[in-house]
């Protein structure tokens, strides 16, 4: 099995179980043994399946601005925690490949394996939710075909992700590819580097 057949498979288990429910307020329940990679996977596309339906909601015409606050700390907190499962996982590859011997022509990629594998999460909820559109009675045939060939769409990005996400690891596996990550270093979240939350702090505000 490929490590993204592993992933795509992990992805659409974590939005099916989600879905038994279908609510924001569901807790995860992983299956996985924690601090496998299986168990980094699932957790990962449960945060961004969550996020997913958060962003739905917060879109509401007709949500009340103090709900819509809260949620908007609640879509902050789900950024942060998906950029540091994807660090993690990343960490992880670190570790698998950190012996190997590097070619001298070795080339670096454009992104890493697990921000690769992040858009891999995001695809599969929008397969899913495109499915899901596919599938309705309620609309024009126009609106079906065009959710059809939108589908079809999503399903070749799949298959081309996956495969260029393995090519990524069979590369870094041969010394053909190195990695190299750095850090997301988000200002906004950091109370000495946003202006406005230390200029609060220190009084200015």
């Given at each position: 099995?490929?490590?993204?057949t592993?992933c795509?498979?992990?992805?659409e288990?974590?939005?099916n179980?989600y ?9 995860v329940k992983?299956?996985?043994e ?9 957790l990962?596309n449960?945060?961004d399946?969550v996020q997913?339906?958060f ?8 949500i ?6 809260t949620?908007k700390?609640?879509i902050d ?8 499962l ?5 960490s992880?590859?670190?570790?698998k ?13 454009t992104?890493?394996p ?11 909820l929008k397969i ?5 559109e ?9 609106q ?10 999503l ?9 260029a996400?393995?090519q990524l690891?069979?590369?870094?596996e041969?010394g053909?590819?190195y ?6 270093m ?14 609060k ?5």
């Amino acid at each position: 099995m490929s490590f993204t057949t592993l992933c795509n498979t992990i992805f659409e288990q974590s939005i099916n179980d989600y879905h038994v429910t279908d609510n924001v307020e569901t807790l995860v329940k992983n299956p996985f043994e924690e601090k496998t990679i299986e168990y980094y996977l699932y957790l990962k596309n449960w945060i961004d399946t969550v996020q997913w339906h958060f962003e739905d909601i917060i879109r509401d015409p007709q949500i009340n601005p103090t709900d819509a606050l809260t949620l908007k700390r609640r879509i902050d907190k789900s950024n942060q925690d998906r950029t540091d499962l994807v660090e993690l996982i990343d960490s992880y590859f670190l570790q698998k490949y950190g012996n190997i011997a590097t070619l001298p022509d070795a080339t670096i990629n454009t992104e890493s394996p697990a921000w690769a594998i992040d858009r891999l999460s995001i695809l599969a909820l929008k397969i899913y939710h495109m499915q899901q559109e596919v599938r309705r009675t309620d609309v024009s045939a126009e609106q079906h075909a065009q959710c059809q060939r939108k589908l079809d769409v999503l399903l070749e990005q799949q298959c081309d992700l996956s495969n260029a996400i393995d090519q990524l690891l069979e590369d870094i596996e041969k010394g053909r590819k190195y990695m190299k990550v750095y850090k997301q270093m988000k200002m906004y979240n950091d109370p000495n580097l946003n202006p406005i939350l230390y200029g609060k702090k220190c009084g200015k505000l």
